[in-house]
């Protein structure tokens, strides 16, 4: 008969490796097909809501693959708010779709720069993620 296992480890054995116990920053760490981007708040409405509106702005451009919310959010000095999101498949269509419904709700974008740990909003203003606020749920 056979050890009995933890629901822990049993999920670390199906997945093959130990279950990280720290979150990190989407979009600090590179994934292979999967792009990150943030988006800005402005209405403050449930971003489950924002979310939907935004990706779901007419004409539909993906062909391939999805988008979901990464569970991050970020606050800026200045107290402006970004969320997190990532799409895979049809890399380009996405981020073009995120662009379409992001201008179209008057939301800002912004990613992040790996190499200087920051995130950098579409009109060029940076934060280093240091002197932000960030918050997983």
């Not at 999967?34 to 004409?59: A, D, M, T």
């Not at 000095?77 to 969320?83: L, M």
């Not at 419904?101 to 008057?106: C, E, Q, S, V």
Request: aromatic share 8%; proline share 5%.
């Amino acid at each position: 008969m056979g050890k009995i296992l933890s629901k822990e480890e049993l999920l670390e054995h199906v997945l093959g490796g130990p279950i990280p116990k720290e979150r990190r920053v989407p979009g600090t760490y590179l994934v292979e097909g999967r792009e990150y981007r943030y988006v800005s708040n402005k209405s403050q409405v449930k971003f489950g809501k924002l979310f939907h509106e935004i990706f779901n702005v007419p004409p539909s451009i993906p062909q391939a693959g999805g988008a979901l919310i990464e569970g991050c959010k970020i606050t800026l000095p200045n107290g402006d708010i970004f969320e997190a999101v990532s799409y895979k498949g049809d890399i380009e269509g996405w981020r073009q779709q995120l662009e379409q419904g992001a201008k179209a709700l008057n939301e800002e974008l912004a990613r992040i720069d790996i190499d200087s740990d920051s995130i950098v909003l579409n009109d060029t203003r940076s934060f280093r993620l240091t002197d932000c606020i960030i918050d997983f749920y």
